[in-house]
């Protein structure tokens, strides 16, 4: 089974240039999430979503960043205009959505490694 | 509120010393726990996890047993190896709420030949 894929996998941009990350979940997966990682810290979460609808982003600085899931499947973040403290690891995340269940394991991708100049 | 500690690192070992990593956690209700590691240059992948109280998960030779009376999910493999190195993340999430993964700050794990 493909695990989550994102694109690009390292991205160099100048500051106040905008940028765009793709992810494509595992399939069968309705929930999504992206993440910012630093470096030497755990991921924070930016926005999750159910299927096409974004049901978490209170963490999503949205005077500058913006995400979608059209068709509830694939996902794109954007930065616009990019700052210099924006570089750091891009993660998106799946699970399957869990309802009423226990738990909700999430699967994550190799992230999108963004510097900023 | 909900929160995990984990030891702080880096952690030095040689290869084939016997690994503890510790990690603790506050919740509300009745957690999920994870550990996910984390190797150089990659994203996040998931080790193993337990659901309920006295679950252990395993994997790749590593263990971590749920234990409810002392709020722990301590991470243990018997004989480490030079490939173990890596950044491992204790985390986790409270069920029939948003799911949120809850972190711990992650532990650097360095295993020297």
């Known amino acids: 089974e493909a695990g989550v894929v994102q694109s690009p996998r390292y991205k160099i941009i100048e500051k106040k240039q905008p940028v765009a990350f793709w992810c494509n979940p595992i399939?069968?997966?309705?929930?999504l999430y992206w993440y910012l990682q630093n470096l030497g810290q755990g991921p924070e979460l930016l926005i999750r979503?159910?299927?096409?609808?974004?049901?978490?982003d209170s963490q999503l600085p949205k005077d500058r960043f913006s995400a979608e899931r059209l068709k509830g499947v694939d996902s794109t973040l954007k930065i616009q205009p990019a700052e210099l403290g924006d570089s750091a690891v891009y993660l998106c995340?799946?699970?399957?959505?869990?309802?009423?269940?226990?738990?909700?394991?999430?699967?994550f991708g190799p992230g999108t490694r963004l510097t900023v100049l | 509120g909900n929160s995990v500690t984990q030891m702080e690192g880096p952690v030095t070992l040689s290869e084939e010393a016997f690994l503890t990593i510790n990690c603790t956690y506050t919740?509300?209700?009745?957690?999920?726990l994870f550990w996910y590691v984390q190797y150089p240059g990659e994203g996040l992948q998931l080790l193993l996890k337990?659901?309920?109280a006295d679950d252990k998960g395993s994997n790749k030779g590593f263990e971590a047993t749920y234990r409810k009376e002392t709020t722990s999910f301590h991470l243990e493999k018997g004989s480490v190896q030079v490939s173990d190195s890596a950044v491992y993340f204790c985390?986790?999430?409270?069920?029939?709420?948003?799911?949120?993964?809850?972190w711990g700050a992650g532990t650097k794990l360095i295993i020297k030949p």
């Open positions: 995340a799946s699970s399957q959505g869990a309802g009423e269940t226990d738990t909700d394991t999430q699967y």
């Open positions: 399939s069968g997966h309705n929930t």
């Open positions: 979503y159910e299927n096409e609808e974004a049901v978490d």
């Open positions: 919740a509300t209700g009745y957690p999920s």
């Open positions: 337990a659901t309920k």
């Open positions: 985390a986790l999430s409270v069920p029939r709420s948003n799911y949120q993964l809850i």
